[in-house]
């Protein structure tokens, strides 16, 4: 099956596509592993279930967790 050949400005731009695409996919592979390993020490350091406000670069959190250690972060107003 022959394709037909593109000019060099579609082939630059296909170029330049790929690169971004790669580029972010290492990205989002490192922030995945950094996400999963926050989300672990966090677990470990909830022993129980609990409810509580954190405080955290001036902004409030609600931190619930569950006996499973599951956890909900949610950002709340604080007045």
Same mark, same amino acid.
């Given at each position: 099956?022959? +394709?037909? &050949?593109?000019?060099?400005?579609?082939?630059?731009? #296909?170029? =330049? %596509? #790929?690169?971004?695409y790669l580029r972010a996919m290492a990205k989002f592979e490192t922030a995945t592993i950094e996400f999963?390993? %926050?989300? &672990?020490? =966090?677990?470990?350091? =909830? &022993?129980?279930?609990?409810?509580? /406000? %954190?405080? /955290?670069?001036?902004? +409030?959190? =609600?931190?619930?967790? @569950?006996? @499973?250690?599951?956890?909900?972060?949610?950002? #709340?107003?604080? /007045?």
């Open positions: 099956m022959s +394709h037909p &050949s593109m000019d060099i400005d579609t082939r630059v731009a #296909i170029s =330049l %596509a #790929i690169g971004r999963n390993e %926050a989300c &672990s020490m =966090l677990r470990n350091r =909830l &022993s129980k279930p609990s409810r509580f /406000v %954190a405080r /955290v670069d001036s902004r +409030h959190y =609600l931190v619930t967790s @569950d006996e @499973d250690r599951n956890f909900e972060v949610e950002e #709340i107003e604080f /007045v």
